[in-house]
């Protein structure tokens, strides 16, 4: 994935100087069509149906069985395969629909951009302390909370009823740990993120021979 998004910034680039490959120019008339169907696309594969790693329970979902003979043997949870190519096609999709584009350069948007590497970095740490947490004691516990953690079983226990992803004993702890998880992204941009790249563009800078000098 990091991979596809170098290659996507550099085709980024070379259309900012007008040197994409000249083969480019055979779909200038169908641009607009191209990405709003990537986009659709996207927004399809991205709706994985991934409640299960089973590959014959995404066989049996509809829409999705010709589609699971795609995926590779050696992946084994195939919701990454898709996902892959669902957010891929979004990011090269979305610049170049102005409607699209000009909701994600709304400053919030912008402001998650900035913190994303953060973001993903400890958001997997922040689910296995606080939000692990939170959910065993609204009541979305399993037999080994009894045991780790048998404080936090049922301490606030809520509703489960709704739909699913909607229930509010889901909801209500994101109240929590959504704040928590952005304040701690925005903490590891600062100190750890942006140093990181300032550190990395200098060492690169002093590998670079000296420019020419005229004489």
Not at 73 to 100: G, R
Not at 149 to 178: D, Q
Request: hydrophobic share 50%; glycine share 6%; with cysteine.
């Amino acid at each position: 994935m990091f991979l596809a998004g170098m290659m996507l910034c550099d085709l980024d680039l070379l259309a900012a100087k007008d040197e994409l490959p000249k083969f480019f120019n055979l779909f200038e008339p169908w641009k607009e069509l191209i990405f709003f169907n990537l986009f659709i696309i996207s927004l399809y594969l991205g709706g994985v149906p991934s409640h299960s790693a089973d590959i014959n329970v995404l066989r049996s979902s509809s829409g999705w069985y010709y589609l699971s003979f795609l995926k590779p043997q050696a992946v084994f949870n195939y919701k990454w395969f898709y996902l892959f190519f669902a957010s891929v096609s979004m990011v090269a999709s979305v610049p170049h629909m102005p409607w699209l584009k000009s909701f994600f350069e709304m400053r919030f948007n912008l402001y998650l951009g900035r913190i994303s590497y953060a973001f993903y970095l400890i958001h997997g740490p922040v689910m296995w302390t606080l939000g692990d947490r939170l959910y065993v004691a609204v009541g979305w516990y399993r037999d080994a909370h009894k045991t780790a953690i048998p404080g936090w079983v049922n301490l606030f226990p809520l509703s489960k009823a709704g739909p699913f992803g909607f229930e509010l004993s889901f909801l209500l702890p994101h109240l929590i740990i959504l704040p928590v998880t952005l304040w701690l992204a925005e903490v590891v941009t600062r100190t750890v993120d942006k140093p990181t790249v300032k550190f990395v563009q200098w060492a690169y800078a002093k590998t670079l021979a000296p420019p020419p000098v005229k004489l």
